[in-house]
Each structure stands twice: as structure tokens, then as C-alpha cells.
């Protein structure tokens, strides 16, 4: 997702689902997937047990420069599986969640979660209510206006469908007439919508130039909520990053399936705030320079590859 402005159980994902790429796994439903715990606005913070205690930390975080001291606060849309999701005990799990915890122990830090919707998370940040986000958001250029943004992964756009692919979508433009969820303040909503960085030249004008009817776009707050569109019958599809996807299909064999190919392949990134009217060009922040510094060693000792393998998730590797 994803995805533009604004406490997660593994099930493998395979490579097709993944282009230069959005625990056990319950069996439940999408729908319980999406009740397991709170998913208000900014939720409470939630403590995460860090998975290795590191002896001396990577790089030191000048003090007044947390929210909270001794603690490093990540914002992430819950749930959004692989990438963030709560497991069976309603504690978050996940690639970014890994992530996100390994930095904190590199820079001697205790780990809380604090869940966020995505449409307003980029506000969450930069008023303090967290000190990053990993959340499986795209970097593009009106994001990178508000917060730095740190390269960390890479995944496309899918569309998923009915099991049997009853409206017979193999392309983008199959989609034309039709109706498609989708979460708001996503990269999958401004293609869909042809907003923000696909001002004028999303699907819809695609299908418009086409000589086609143009689809019907269903917004919702949460990508659970998008998701039980499809199962519910109302959409024809369901668009989300391609792990997202890719994480559903093989959840729900029976119900769902990816339809054609993984489209619109962008880069993720950690964000923080810069502290300026513009973070295009403007020098990581010290909380940035840490964060990158405790990334970029993941990266060169292997931890950064090993957290990808754990979630099947290795082509999205990027290198910093």
C-alpha cells in the first residue's frame, strides 16, 4: 500500500506476488483479522519485547529528542499483513514490526508500537505522537515534502479477486465499468483515482481514453474493510501491495485469488520528521540519523536479510 499520506501470524508468500517489492498465521477470517485488537485512530502504545538485547548501542539519540526518553515510538496502520498485522494474543507481528523493534534494540531503546490510520499517520508523526513510521509506505514526492524517508523495501500493486475470477480481470483496464475497494490515503486509491502522483493519468482516466466506462472506486478506513468488500460480494475487486495481496490469496485459497500481473512497483520508506517546511533535501533529523545509522547495520550484518526470509518476503530487498 502501502500507500500515500497519512498491537499483526506469517503465512509464506511467494516471489510471483512480489516485483522488486504491500508466528503462526491465524485461520481465521479476514473480518476476525481485522477485529483482533484496537484499530482507532491513534491507539495506545503498545510494548514490544525486543528479540536480542544489543550490547552497546549503534549510534546515541541526543536526550529531549523522543517523545518519550528511553523509548523509541513507531506509527504503523494495523493491520496490513505481512508487513504489520496482531497476532492470536493482540500483539502486532510483521516485517515492518521486526523491523521496526530491531532498530530500537541497536540504539538501546525499549520498542512500543503505536497504531495509527494511515490516512492521518503522516500528522501522527509530526505532532509527536510517535518518533518514525514504518508502515508499509511508499515514498513519493508529497510524502517526501513532510517526513525524510529512509528506502527500507520495495513491492508493486495487485488486484485480488474472487476465487474462479468470475468478471475474467487479467488486466488493469478489465477493471473498466466495474467496482474496486480500496484503503484510503493509499498509493493503490491515487492510481485508482488518478490523484496525487497519478494526477490525470490514473485508471480511471486510462479507461476514459480507452472509450471505456470508468470503474467505480469504493474508499474504506482500514484495508480490512476494503478486503471484506470483495468477500462480501460488493466489489469486484480489491486492490492493495502486492505482499498484501499475496498474504490474503494463500490465507483464503478457497475465497480469493491475485488477478494478472503485479503493476506500479515503487519503493517503501521509514519517515521522520525533518523539521522543516520541506524534508526533500533537508539532513536527516538526529532521531533520522540514528534510525539510519542502526538500519544500515542490519543491512551489513545480515539481520536485515534474515527478518526478509522470515517473512518470504527477500525480493523486496533494497540495498541503502
Known sequence: MKRINYIVVFIILVGAFILAACG????????????????TAVATATE???????????????????????HLLMCSDVPYPPQEFFDENGDPQGLDIDIGQEIANRLGL??????????TIIAAVTSGKCDFIISAMNITADRHVQVSMIPYFQAGQSFVVAKGNPDNISAPLDLCGKSVAVESGTTEASYLQGTDAYEGKGLTQQCTAAGKQPLTVTITQKDTDALQQLQSGKVAAYSADSPVAGYYVVQHPDEFQVAGQVIEPIAEGIAIPCGAADCTNAPLSAVGQAIQTAFNSMVADGTYANILAKWSLSTGAVNP
Open 24 to 39: 503462526a498465521a491465524p485461520t481465521a477470517t479476514a473480518t476476525a483479522a481485522a477485529t483482533a485488537a484496537p484499530t
Open 48 to 70: 514490544v519485547a525486543t528479540a536480542t538485547e544489543a550490547p552497546t548501542p549503534v549510534a546515541q539519540i541526543p536526550a529531549g529528542t523522543l517523545v518519550q526518553n528511553g
Open 110 to 119: 525499549k520498542f512500543q508500537v503505536v497504531n495509527s490510520v494511515f490516512d
